[in-house]
Structures are given as C-alpha cells and as structure tokens.
C-alpha cells in the first residue's frame, strides 16, 4: 500500500513510457532476547510499459521479479510474481491478463495490508496451496483474467482462472510372482478453473467497504488417487481514512484452503477456517525531516481453525520513519497462537522486528 517510489523513466514521450523500479529490504528478527537473523523483506525489481492510444484507450504491459540480494541460501532465488499485459478505458474499465493480483487482494485483502513487517496471514491471501497463491488464485493468480470497472459509488472485479495441469507421477517397477508390473503414484494438483467476483462501495473519498467471493476446481493427487481439492471462500472488508488515520477490517472464511501446517492441523488442507485483520496507522507529516515522517500504528491478525482450539494468532505495536525512498521500520509481535488441543506452544514466540526498505 506504500506510494509509489522515484521510479526510473528509460523512456518517455507523449504517448509511451517505459518504467524500471523495485524494491530492497531487509529484516532482522529478536527472539528471546537473541538475535535470529536478516531475512529477505520481499525485494523485487519490475518493467512497465504503458501506452496511450486515440478514443481514450490505453495499454499495460508489467512484469515483475521477487529476488535474494542477500543470497541468503547462496542464490539470489529468484522467482517471477507478476507477468501481465492489459488495455483500459474510462467507459469500458481495465481488463488484464497474465499472473495478476485479482479482484481478492486487489479490491478487499489490501484493505489491511498495512504493517511494515507482518501481516496478511488471516486475509487468506497467501496461506493456501501456494506460497503466492498463484495456483488457487488468491494471491497472484497465473493464467488469469481479470475485469474492473467503476460505476459511480460502486466498482466491480471479475475474474477467471484457467486450467493448470500440475500433475505429477512417480513409476516403480515390481517383479511379484514371476511378473513385472508397474506401480503408479501421483502427486501436486490439478486445477479446472477458478473465478472471483468481488464488489465495492465508496460513499466518499474515505470509506471504503466491499466483500470478494472465490471459487476452486482442483483435484490433488496423493498415493494414486484424485481427491476433491475445491477451494471456497469469502472476505468482507474496508476502511476509514478521515485525516492522518487510516482504520481498517477485514474477515474471511476459508473452506478446504488453509494449510494444516499454519493451524496445528493434521489435515494437508483445514475444513474450514475463520480468519480477521485488524489495522490502525497514524501519521504525523512534518514533524522531523522526511516524506510522510513518523507513523505509529498497531493492530491484530487473528486465523483459527473451526474443528479444534487451533490459532494462528498475534497482535502488532509498530512505528515506522520515512525518509524519500528510505523506510526504517520496527514491529513488536505478541503471539497468542494456541495448538489444536488449545495449548500454548512451548517456546516463547514474541519477537521484535527491525526493518529496513529503499525504493527505487
């Protein structure tokens, strides 16, 4: 949600421009009172091409790579989070296609979007089959294609997902009572389609309220079987931004979506899972030199499964100084995540964060 930084213009004339910017950052991490260490804060770099064409259409063309440049394993791990192109009009709205955020994060997830460091785990937006949710398509869904328009006061997000075959099969050879047959497992998913439809309101300039609904066919593949991997969810959401406030919800339901591993759950997949973000940020302009200058802001992620005692759950102090393209950011995470028989977990996991983040 952090405005755009002094990108680079390599090109630009009345009706072209080629952009190249990104992002570097890096995060320390203090557990029990001992340093853990740097992690990548979610670097990337990107290419923008925008072209303005006669009768009020224009055109997109973006492609974005996340990336180590700490070489935290060794490599610069690189991976490709957005590749897309798209045409646009006033009376007609924008359509895109590619690996996208859609209408999930875009219209309703990014509401809350708003912590430095954490966050984003109870929106549902990337803790499902994926790590960027390309593959159910709550994150930045591949394949896509995404329709959005405004109507006045109301602006509606459609999109489709195509098909992805990631099927995968693993062949032994068996030699039992004189004969050789062959043994067949299967594994990774395989997706139909998805599609999301989402709607929102802005009664004025500062409130924004809307919801999302999103749909699934997967099949997944374990030991030899197809099993049904559909995915449903809903999200409701918005804020209120009167002055230097910015106050913000969301909440969600999660059907056969959630990792078992984020809840304690025994399940590759929870049932069903309930999840709500909670954020509020003040600033305050111009008290010391920088941009937006100093923000305070805190707030809560709060994911349980509904089957058993099972959370993923903390609550978040922050501050944050702007300087330019300079951010420096600390956030003081409380946990209060519960196992699935409602114990708390046996190490103390409160951790101080430390952020630092240049755009360019």
């Known amino acids: 949600m952090s405005p755009m930084a002094q990108a680079i213009e390599v090109y630009k004339t009345d009706t072209d421009r080629v952009e190249f910017s990104g992002r570097l950052a890096a995060f320390a991490v203090i557990q029990d009172g001992a340093h853990d260490e740097i992690y990548n804060g979610g670097s ?11 009768q009020g259409w224009s055109s997109i063309i973006r492609a974005e790579w996340g990336f180590d440049p700490w070489f935290k394993d060794g ?10 192109a798209g045409a646009a009009h006033e ?16 219209m309703v997830a ?36 995404y329709w959005k328009k405004g109507f006045g006061e109301f602006t509606v997000g459609l999109l489709y997902q195509l098909s992805h075959d ?20 299967y594994s990774g ?54 002055g230097n406030w910015y106050i913000a919800l969301v909440g969600g339901e999660y059907r056969n979506h959630i990792a078992g591993s984020t809840l304690d ?11 709500a973000e909670f954020v509020v940020n003040y600033k305050f302009k111009e008290v010391i030199w920088g941009d937006d200058s100093v923000e305070l802001y805190g707030g809560l992620n709060h994911l349980e499964d509904t089957d058993s ?16 393209d300079l951010t420096l950011a600390t956030e003081y995470r409380f946990d209060n995540s519960r196992q699935s028989d409602g114990s708390e977990y046996s190490a103390d996991r409160d951790q101080l964060m430390f952020l630092a983040r240049y755009d360019f």
């Not at 109870?122 to 790590?131: D, H, M, N, W, Y």
């Open 44 to 54: 990337r770099i990107r290419l923008i091409h925008e072209h303005q064409f006669q």
């Open 75 to 84: 490599t610069d791990a690189h991976y490709k989070r957005m590749l897309y």
């Open 91 to 106: 009376k007609w709205g924008s359509f895109t296609v590619g690996k996208q955020y859609g209408p999930w994060y875009d």
């Open 110 to 145: 990014v509401n809350t979007d708003w912590f430095w460091i954490n966050g984003g785990e109870a929106s549902g937006t990337f803790e499902g089959r994926s790590g960027d949710g390309g593959l159910h398509g709550t994150g930045r869904p591949d394949n896509s294609l």
């Open 166 to 185: 990631g099927q995968h099969s693993n062949e032994t050879s068996l030699f039992e009572d004189g004969v050789f047959t062959t043994e067949t497992e």
């Open 189 to 242: 998913y395989e997706r139909d389609y998805s599609y999301e439809a989402a709607l929102n309101w802005h009664p004025n300039e500062d409130v924004t309220v809307g919801g999302v609904f999103h749909h699934t066919e997967l099949s997944d593949y374990e030991s030899g079987n197809s099993e049904n991997g559909d995915v449903d969810a809903w999200l409701l959401g918005g804020h209120w931004s009167p």
């Open 265 to 275: 759950s025994s399940e590759a997949f929870v049932d069903k899972a309930r999840g």
């Open 309 to 324: 005692e099972a959370r993923y759950a903390y609550q978040i102090l922050g501050a944050a100084w702007r300087v330019k």
